[in-house]
T-cell receptor
């Protein structure tokens, strides 16, 4: 499968613990996005990278959330001191440079449950 | 403020009937509009985009700037169209996409 890959698929953690998710975009894609989706809602924008530069970050993203894309390839999203309200599906998407860069390719997501 | 509104959570139609999924938006500027679809147990994927003015799987969507709408239409629904549909918008730089809350389309046999 050469699509966007996210790991793990599921994560159960206790409140207060730190968690880290990984996203591997399609190899030639330089744009990478993180979204969060809760039940009954659409994807909510968290942050955007172009290559290794984090160019957009949602004001909804608290200081407990941090994302990196160190070499412009894979990306990680870390949530520190998790809270029950962080329980959601975390989606990663990527898009290519060039004329089709508006088409997002989504991963299957990481489902986070905070107990 | 940027916002995408999909007023219907669920839309049920019979096979062969016309279908229209509503989408209204607010955006300070000239937005680019999209429809994404998620079939059961599959990833979210692009269905169509306003930029290309295309028809995919018989679906079309017209951007009405006066009414700030981008409704998705299909003249004859098929059972395989049953899925979750999300309207989305972005600015011209595609740095950020805003999604609506989605409409579940159920096409009955």
């Amino acid at each position: 499968d050469t699509g966007v890959s996210q790991n793990p698929r599921h994560k159960i953690t206790k409140r207060g613990q730190n968690v880290t998710f990984r996203c591997d975009p399609i190899s030639e894609h330089n744009r990478l996005y993180w979204y969060r989706q809760t039940l009954g809602q659409g994807p909510e924008f968290l942050t955007y990278f172009q290559n290794e530069a984090q160019l957009e970050k949602s004001r909804l993203l608290s200081d407990r959330f941090s994302a990196e894309r160190p070499k412009g390839s894979f990306s990680t999203l870390e949530i520190q001191r998790t809270e029950q309200g962080d329980s959601a599906m975390y989606l990663c998407a990527s898009s290519s440079p060039g004329p089709a860069n508006e088409k997002l390719f989504f991963g299957s997501g990481t489902q986070l449950s905070v107990l | 403020a940027q916002r995408v509104t999909q007023p219907e959570k669920l839309l049920s139609v019979f096979k062969g009937a016309p279908v229209e999924l509503k989408c209204n938006y607010s955006y300070s500027g000239s937005p680019e509009l999209f429809w994404y679809v998620q079939y059961s147990r599959q990833r979210l994927q692009l269905l169509l985009r306003h930029i290309s003015r295309e028809s995919i799987k018989g679906f079309t969507a017209d951007l009405n700037k006066g009414e700030t709408s981008f409704h998705l239409k299909k003249p004859f629904a098929q059972e395989e169209d049953s899925a979750m549909y999300y309207c989305a918008l972005s600015g011209r730089n595609f740095n950020k996409f805003y999604f609506g809350s989605g409409t579940k389309l159920n096409v009955k046999p």
